[in-house]
């Protein structure tokens, strides 16, 4: 470095408003994760080391779950707005499993389960997201 120059760090704000690039990277995330984590979970179970009668549960977990780390990946990546864009993710998700659903295997949750997992799907979001701007501060 030259005489009398001192390296300056400019730090930048995060852009302000939705980002929904930020939420569409998460929902893919999310299915990346969940895709993998089925992928183990089915083997475990043909391996019989897990009964398949936990199999729905198990699955219901590994889809939250993943969510949940979309969501965090979301917020952190906005760096605002960690509930808007943490909760929105949880919403596109569970609209993308129900439209997968619908299209894959002809048949859609009764409507109370759906509304119960949309609700938690957008409270895990919002949590994850709020999360997702707090770590690595």
């Not at 980002?19 to 089925?38: D, E, N, P, R, T």
């Not at 009964?51 to 949940?68: A, K």
């Not at 979309?70 to 439209?99: D, E, K, N, P, Q």
């Amino acid at each position: 470095m030259r005489a009398g120059y001192e390296r300056v760090r400019v730090m930048t704000r995060p852009r302000e408003g939705l980002q929904l690039k930020c939420v569409l990277l998460g929902v893919v995330l999310a299915f990346m994760a969940a895709f993998v984590l089925s992928g183990v979970v089915g083997l475990v179970m043909y391996q019989g080391w897990l009964s398949e009668v936990y199999s729905p549960l198990v699955m219901n977990l590994v889809s939250f779950f993943c969510l949940f780390v979309g969501a965090l990946y979301a917020g952190r990546r906005a760096g605002v707005s960690g509930l808007i864009h943490g909760g929105l993710t949880g919403l596109f998700y569970i609209i993308a499993i129900s439209v997968l659903g619908l299209l894959l295997f002809d048949q859609l949750a009764p409507v109370l389960v759906l509304v119960e997992r949309t609700v938690l799907a957008i409270l895990l979001g919002a949590v994850g997201g709020t999360i997702g701007i707090n770590i690595g501060r």
